[in-house]
């Protein structure tokens, strides 16, 4: 059975940015990350709705 901790839920539920997960690696969104890829946007559009649906996102898949 697969460590809750190593899941791909709790990665993402302990990450400050938004992680995408692949086959051979893991990528972590950072706010300046965010902010240099999309300068109309602010902290608020990264930190909540974006966050709030990854979190989402995983736990679903989690559930399934």
Do not use: H, W
């Not at 697969?2 to 969104?29: E, H, L, P, Q, W």
């Not at 965010?34 to 709705?49: I, Q, R, T, V």
């Amino acid at each position: 059975m697969k460590k809750y901790t190593d899941s791909d839920y709790a990665v993402n539920k302990k990450a400050k940015g938004i992680v995408y997960r692949f086959a051979d690696m893991t990528v972590d969104i950072t706010l300046d990350d965010y902010l240099s890829e999309n300068p109309g946007k602010c902290e608020f559009d990264f930190a909540k709705p974006i966050n709030i649906l990854s979190d989402r996102d995983y736990y679903e898949l989690q559930k399934s």
